[in-house]
């Protein structure tokens, strides 16, 4: 006896089920896998800024004035918040210098002692000279220098970017 072409109900109502089952799985499936890869996919934060540092009449000529910030990182989930400081030497009106406050020995800070016109890492004591120079101690390099920088309608501004300095 041979198989009849038409479906039985049973077979019908399992087809309709099947169907209407994946649409759903689809609907409720696809935005949740979606916000899951989502961050894995996005585009990293970028590691180039501008950060402003106030008004240039701020720092004294002559004078290596520390300025901090922060800045925000996000990794997939995860949200970091660094600190990050700069010495600003200003030379004249319109020139500047702009020092990474790290020491280049073991990422300690350093800080500037006006009374030896240095900066003195207190970690292992490293010391630099106002223009950033070794003058003593275990560190590899001079200090990093940030050498972009803009000074518009009188507020000094420089080109951060991480773990690219001069």
Known sequence: MAKSPNLSRHDFV??????????????????????????????????????????????PIGVPTLFTFTRSKVNGWEKTVNSYGVFVVRKSES??????????????????????????CPCHDGHFGASGEIISGPQPRALDKFTEYKIEEGVLSFLFSEGKKE
């Open 14 to 59: 399992k087809f309709t089920v099947g169907v209407l089952g994946t649409i759903m799985g689809g609907i409720v499936g696809i935005p949740a896998v979606g916000y899951l890869l989502s961050p894995a996919l996005k585009g990293g934060t970028s590691k180039e800024a501008w950060i402003p540092l106030g008004p240039v009449e701020n720092y």
């Open 95 to 120: 020139e500047v210098e702009i020092f990474s406050n790290v020491c280049t020995h073991l990422a300690c800070r350093v800080n500037w002692q006006e009374d030896q016109q240095e900066f003195i």
